[in-house]
C-alpha cells in the first residue's frame, strides 16, 4: 500500500519568513495530493491540493509543487502569519482506490511574531 | 455549505463495552470515512465506504466494523472497546477523488 513521510515534524518561523514542509510517497499510481490544516482543537481542512498532471499550483500566499518522477510534494507558504499557526498533513491518493487518502504524520507550524 | 456530524464530542466507556460512533453526511457524497488520530501518528484510516452497504478495510481495521446502511450515515463499532482504542475519531466524505469534508471528531476515553 501507498506509504507517506512527512519532515519536519515541528517547523518554527519568524513572522514573515517562508516554511516549507516536504512529503514523499512511495506509490507510482497516487495522482491526487491535497494538503490539510487543522488548527488546534478544530476539524482538518483542505488548503490546496495538486494533481498529477502539473507540477505547481499556487493559491495566493500557498504553493505545493509536485515532482512525479522522485515522488515527493512539498507545501510552501509565503509571508507567514501568526494565523498560519497550526498542524498540516499531506496525503496522497490514487483514482482506483475510491478517494482513499493516505496522510503523512503532521508538521506543527509555529509562526513566532 | 457541506455539513458532517458526528454523534458525539467526548464519549468514555469501560473496557469491554460495545461502543457505537455515528456520522452524518448532509452532501449526498458517495465516499465516507472513518479515521482515528494520535499525536505523532497522524491520520489513520480504519475504514472507509464508497457506496451504501459498501465497505473496504482501511490500515488498521483490527477492532472496528462499520456499518452503512444509508448513503448519509456511516457507522463506527468497537465491538469490544479495549484501552488501546482510547482516541480522537474523525469521520469525513467525500466526492469522487476530491476534498474529503471532516467532521468535528469524537474523543473516546475507554477506562
Redesign the interface.
Known amino acids: 500500500g501507498e506509504n507517506v513521510e512527512q519532515h519536519p515534524s515541528t517547523l518554527s518561523v519568524q513572522e514573515g519568513d517562508s516554511a516549507v514542509i516536504k512529503c514523499t510517497y512511495s506509490d507510482s499510481a497516487s495522482n491526487y495530493f491535497p494538503w490539510y490544516k487543522q488548527e488546534l482543537g478544530k476539524r482538518p481542512q483542505l488548503i490546496i491540493d495538486i494533481r498529477s498532471n502539473v507540477g505547481e499550483k499556487k493559491d495566493q500566499r500557498i504553493a505545493v509543487t509536485l515532482n512525479k518522477t522522485a515522488k515527493h510534494f512539498s507545501l510552501h507558504i509565503t509571508e507567514t502569519q501568526p494565523e498560519d499557526s497550526a498542524v498540516y498533513f499531506c496525503a496522497a491518493s490514487s483514482e482506483g482506490g475510491g478517494n482513499k487518502l493516505t496522510f503523512g504524520t503532521g508538521t506543527q507550524l509555529k509562526v513566532e511574531i | 455549505d457541506v455539513k458532517v456530524t458526528q454523534s458525539s464530542r467526548y464519549l468514555v466507556k469501560r473496557t469491554g463495552e460495545k461502543v457505537f460512533l455515528e456520522c452524518v453526511q448532509d452532501m449526498d457524497h458517495e ?1 465516507m ?1 472513518w ?1 482515528r488520530q494520535d499525536p ?6 480504519i475504514y ?1 465506504s ?1 457506496d451504501v452497504k459498501m465497505k ?1 478495510k ?2 488498521i481495521p483490527e477492532g472496528y466494523s462499520v456499518s452503512r446502511e444509508k448513503k448519509e450515515r456511516f457507522s463506527l463499532i468497537l465491538e469490544s472497546a479495549s484501552t488501546n482504542q482510547t482516541s480522537m475519531y ?1 469521520c469525513a466524505s ?1 466526492l ?5 469534508f ?4 469524537t474523543r473516546l476515553t475507554v477506562l
Request: no cysteine; net charge negative.
Open positions: 465516499n470515512f479515521y505523532g501518528l497522524g491520520l489513520r484510516l472507509f464508497y473496504e482501511g490500515d474523525l467525500s469522487q477523488v476530491d476534498e474529503q471532516f467532521g468535528p471528531g
